[in-house]
């Protein structure tokens, strides 16, 4: 007897239902079976096949994923920022459709790119199901919008779920709309971005339309990593986007995952009844991972084992070794070294370690192993460009007893109650030493940039070898460059040039990129300083970043242990040359914004700017970040500005995902720089900000206290 696809999508409610029935006696705070591993999905994101489920990877997890089952191909990125929230980042390639017509993009397959998101509503327990609900391609083209209500539960080696779809997550429409009981205009689904700008966010189709019943069980095989699905698919492929309907020959798929390490996995299935499924899945817990054992760096210097030196003997003491070997070890680029009554300072700029609990322990020991023995308290003040940050002052004997005792918790503990961290001010002290540093340092490179989702070509790439210099004139001036040279790239297939009805201060991206080898992406002078105990101010000069040249200031409020900060900045600019060199172009403008800064719950730091913009817009710009314990961070942002858009183009308003990744959750030897990634649909003129190399936010993030607190126990290595 055969039976029809609502009949179906009943029986698995049904059975789901029961199946939580069975474990009503179970009380809410009872222990979770482990059952089978979250696992992602052809659209990333986890789910099962073509299906999302309720479940989530845990934070800071980052996944890569590509899967295919034609005609279509699916690549991009999750980013997991908290347990609870989920984003994707995916282009879609439609192989029997082609971009555009051959004069443009000659064969290249129609490419779509879209935003996802999903929220637990519900954790699970041992009697509830976990509950998200998610959203599709929501600021996207909305060729793929969809969204849906899950619940997953797990029983043994079992994980069912269970979930209503719509859009393209239900286009099989099997069910009425039950929201339609709320208000009737539930009934009708508006698919306003397709064939528009796209990029918006079309709230009035969500939750829209007729729906769907999906649902499906992954079950967690006897041999390890291997994990088997069966999905119930809430789609039926007879409205394809594109006119590119799909025959279906049965509503049931079928795939395996095989975690062939820690972070790959493969995955293979059978969809439609009639098509195979391949993909592959790069992750990693960026958030909770080990990094390598530093070891290039030089050991931590061994704890005074001697009596310390005498009061008298302090004025015979060589200083000038200790600056060397708080430089050589510790990392410190020692401005002076002073004696405050029972207090030895020391004064100088962090250029090694990312942490500085781990920066400020070395230089205990240094300062431990020197001081005379009337010396209580060992302080060092954090300096960057001259401008006094922070405070950090180490009772001598806690330190020792902590240090002494291998990371003994309760000497730990007592060390961290009697740190303190302020604001720097002036003291009376009698100056030991006052040291001068090379002024020059430089360094080089090997520097990487793309252009995604073009006509020329999906990825257009160049890796270039970068060789930065900065010479000090003081410790708060300086002058900055870097030199770049072009090692390998593929744009001679680069001859696009996006449409814009805004002044062109972005979109001319290939003539910046394709006309010369050897560019200079910047120089300037800068100089910077501390206006008051909490104030902070900076004016530079030059050729500020690739695009653009000019002059301007920034003035920064961040108050000593305080979760907020604000800052005021303007620039009057001038377009630079496509080749990158000291040539300027006619457009001039002025440019800048207020920003609100403020570090919330959950390491949360959200930024809100306004001003004007490079193209003459004015708007608001917001970006959230999550910043993890060890310093990796999840962030994304959106901004929307005056011009309308017609003007601004396809994506409507601009909007982008980013990672950054300390180097030194990477390297074998510590270091102080990031790896930025930023992936942003398009690139457009609307909403285009000056890109510094200087902002006075990031050098004052010495006053991030969170970060110090939460690797406190660096103090010690």
């Avoid at 006509?455 to 410790?475: C, G, H, K, M």
């Avoid at 909403?687 to 969170?706: K, M, S, W, Y």
Wanted: charged residues 25%; glycine residues 12%; neutral net charge.
């Amino acid at each position: 007897m055969t039976r029809s696809p609502l009949a179906v999508a009943l029986a698995l409610a049904g059975a789901f239902a029961g199946a939580c029935a069975g474990s009503a006696g179970a009380r809410a705070g009872d222990a979770l079976p482990a059952g089978p591993m979250p696992v992602t999905g052809d659209f990333g994101g986890i789910g099962l096949l073509q299906m999302p489920s309720a479940r989530m990877a845990e934070a800071g997890e980052l996944a890569v994923f590509y899967s295919r089952v034609s005609p279509y191909g699916r690549f991009g990125f999750t980013l997991q920022p908290f347990d609870w929230l989920e984003g994707t980042f995916r282009y879609a390639s439609i192989y029997n459709r082609r971009y555009g017509p051959d004069a443009l993009s000659g064969n290249q397959s129609f490419k779509d790119k879209a935003f996802d998101l999903k929220l637990r509503l519900l954790q699970e327990d041992a009697l509830w199901p976990q509950v998200s609900v998610g959203g599709r391609d929501i600021a996207g083209t909305g060729l793929f919008s969809g969204e849906y209500v899950a619940a997953s539960k797990r029983f043994g080696d079992l994980d069912l779920s269970l979930g209503m779809g719509w859009g393209y997550v239900g286009n099989a429409g099997r069910v009425d709309n039950p929201l339609s009981w709320i208000d009737k205009r539930f009934d009708v689904r508006h698919d306003g971005t397709q064939g528009g700008q796209g990029g918006e966010f079309n709230a009035r189709s969500w939750f829209r339309g007729r729906a769907s019943l999906f649902g499906g069980v992954q079950w967690q095989t006897p041999v390890p990593g291997l994990q088997l699905m069966l999905e119930y698919d809430g789609n039926d492929y007879r409205n394809e986007p594109l006119h590119n309907r799909q025959e279906q020959a049965s509503p049931f798929n079928v795939g395996a995952i095989y975690r062939l390490s820690d972070w790959i996995d493969v995955r293979a299935g059978w969809e439609r009844g009639n098509t195979a499924m391949i993909g592959i899945v790069i992750h990693s817990n960026l958030s909770r991972r080990s990094a390598p054992t530093k070891l290039m760096d030089p050991p931590a210097p061994p704890l005074r084992k001697t009596p310390p030196p005498s009061p008298a003997s302090e004025a015979g003491q060589d200083w000038s070794q200790v600056a060397r070997t708080l430089e050589d070890n510790a990392g410190y680029r020692v401005s002076r070294i002073a004696r405050r009554e029972r207090e030895i300072v020391v004064e100088g700029e962090q250029t090694r370690y990312f942490h500085a609990s781990k920066a400020i322990g070395r230089a205990a020991r240094i300062l431990d192993a020197n001081a005379a023995g009337d010396v209580d308290w060992l302080t060092v003040v954090d300096t960057r460009y001259g401008m006094p940050l922070t405070e950090t002052s180490i009772k001598r004997d806690r330190f020792r007893d902590a240090a002494g005792q291998d990371g003994d918790a309760e000497a730990l503990e007592d060390l961290r109650r009697t740190v303190e961290r302020i604001a720097p001010s002036p003291h009376v002290d009698r100056e030991l030493h006052r040291a001068s540093a090379s002024p020059l340092t430089y360094g080089a490179s090997v520097g990487y940039r793309q252009n995604l989702g073009g006509p020329d070509n999906f990825i257009l790439y160049q890796f270039n070898a970068n060789f930065d210099a900065e010479y000090r004139l003081s410790p708060g001036t300086w002058v900055a460059g870097r030199i770049s040279a072009n090692l390998l790239n593929n744009f001679d297939s680069f001859d696009y040039t996006a449409p814009s009805g805004l002044p062109r201060v972005r979109t001319n991206l290939r003539e910046y990129w394709t006309r010369s080898d050897v560019i200079l992406p910047y120089l300037q002078l800068g100089h910077a300083r501390r206006l008051d105990q909490d104030l902070y101010g900076m004016m530079y000069g030059g050729l500020l970043e690739s695009m653009f040249a000019g002059v301007g200031g920034e003035l920064l409020y961040r108050p000593m242990n305080e979760r907020w900060a604000l800052g005021v900045d303007v620039n009057a600019v001038k377009q630079r040359g496509f080749e990158q060199d000291f040539s300027l172009r006619d457009y001039r403008t002025v440019t800048g914004h207020v920003t609100g800064y403020y570090r919330g719950v959950h390491d949360v730091l959200a930024k809100v700017s306004a001003g004007r913009y490079l193209a003459g817009d004015y708007g608001v710009t917001l970006d959230l970040s999550r910043e993890f314990s060890n310093g990796v961070r999840f962030g994304a942002w959106a901004t929307v500005t005056d011009a309308s858009k017609k003007a601004f183009g396809e994506g409507s308003f601009d909007k982008g995902i980013y990672i950054s990744i300390p180097f030194d959750e990477l390297m074998t030897t510590s270091t102080m720089r990031r790896a930025d990634l930023a992936f942003a649909p398009l690139t457009r003129d609307g909403g285009a900000r000056l890109d510094r190399a200087f902002p006075l936010f990031e050098l004052t993030e010495g006053r991030n206290l969170d970060l110090f607190h939460q690797n406190f126990s660096k103090i010690i290595e």
